[in-house]
């Protein structure tokens, strides 16, 4: 029997912190196994935006892991299969080629964040697991988070590109007629699951139901 397929999900400090949560979710219950990385920005943010915690500071972060934040907001998720591990530990699957993973996701990422992976500076385990992933031939999703952009972040963007990595923008779309933001966020996170080859019923294939 083939052992559950193993995907790193980032989260980091740019504004858009629930798709990587919809993700780790998705995943979970999918079956597969989940090591995943938050900031502490991106923290921060999920502070802020999804627990509607004004002023969330750098002493609070420490305060609950993803299972307490998927409890807060009351959803099911298969956490026997998930792993934590802190931006600074070393010895995660992530940190080395040798390392058991299928893809790493970074979702969302900052600026700052593409900026790393674009020049190769892997002084986080985010950016190391990226740049592992990259240099070992394996799946890497950038879920880039800003606009306007600047020829800085264009520029990043292009160099991260031709390194290996998937550029995947949460562009906003309504072909599908969103009736709400869950709409729109499982648009994105189903837009990674495909670049995954990971079958799911987030949104619908072009042709299938659009026309009625």
């Known amino acids: ?21 919809r993700l780790i979710e998705f995943l979970l219950n999918y079956g597969a196994d989940v ?11 999920i502070g802020f935006e999804i627990l509607n915690l004004p002023g969330y500071g750098e002493s609070d972060y420490m305060k609950f892991d ?5 409890k807060a907001l009351r959803v099911e998720v298969d956490t026997a299969r998930l792993r934590e ?3 600074r530990d070393w010895f995660s699957p992530g940190a080395s080629g040798t390392g058991s993973f299928e893809a790493v996701i970074v979702a969302p990422c900052s ?12 002084d986080s385990l985010v950016t190391r697991s990226v740049d592992v992933a990259l240099k070992e031939r394996r799946r890497a999703i950038l879920v880039t988070r800003e606009t306007p952009l600047s020829l800085i ?16 923008p949460p562009v906003l779309e309504f072909y599908t ?29 072009w042709g299938e139901g659009y026309a009625e």
């Open 66 to 70: 993803l299972r307490g934040i998927f």
């Open 1 to 21: 029997m083939d052992s559950p397929k193993r995907y790193i999900v980032a989260i980091t400090g740019a504004s858009g912190a629930i798709i990587g949560l």
């Open 111 to 122: 600026m700052k964040t593409l900026s790393a992976v674009a020049n190769g500076y892997s």
């Open 85 to 87: 591990y802190e931006p």
């Open 35 to 45: 090591a995943a990385i938050v900031t502490r920005e991106g923290r921060g943010t």
């Open 153 to 168: 972040h264009l520029e990043n963007m292009v160099k991260a590109k031709r390194a290996g990595a998937d550029i995947l």
């Open 177 to 205: 007629r969103p009736a709400g933001l869950d709409d729109l966020v499982n648009f994105t996170v189903g837009k990674i699951l495909n670049l995954l080859d990971i079958r799911h019923d987030l949104i619908a294939p």
